[in-house]
């Protein structure tokens, strides 16, 4: 790979969720594309992968939503939660908790789905991660 593209790749790593998203929405203006259509050619068998760990590598979900499916004894520190991962308003915030179970995040990276996951079940909330899809 060039140089260039190393560049770029480790500028892209850099970048927030919210930045990538932002990111990916500019390039699909930008170029009048839709990120949908290569996540569908990824998920098709290739020809070369002969191996039952590259299967099983493609396999695994990259991004998971978050749902929360049950609150707990601590309502208003689970909603004082989900108001701090999610950006939502007190309402808002009340009304998903309330109507739980619901996902509070969906499509986020494993490693941020795990740390909201630990975020909600230390107010006693209870959680399950989903492969997004």
Do not use: Y
Request: charge should be negative; aromatic fraction near 2%; proline fraction near 5%.
């Amino acid at each position: 790979m060039s140089k260039k593209l190393d560049t770029i790749i480790d500028q892209i790593a850099e970048l927030s969720v919210l930045e990538l998203s932002e990111l990916v929405k500019a390039l699909e203006e930008k170029f009048g594309v839709e990120a949908a259509a290569p996540m569908m050619m990824g998920a098709m068998p290739m020809g070369g992968a002969g191996g039952g760990e590259a299967a099983a590598a493609e396999e695994a979900p990259t991004s998971f939503d978050v749902v929360l499916a049950g609150i707990g004894s601590q309502k208003i520190q689970v909603i004082k939660e989900v108001r701090a991962i999610t950006g939502l308003g007190l309402k808002e915030a009340k009304e998903l908790v309330d109507n739980a179970p619901r996902p509070v995040k969906e499509g986020i990276a494993t490693d941020e789905a795990n740390e909201i996951k630990e975020k909600l079940e230390a107010v006693g909330a209870a959680v399950e991660l989903k492969p997004a899809g």
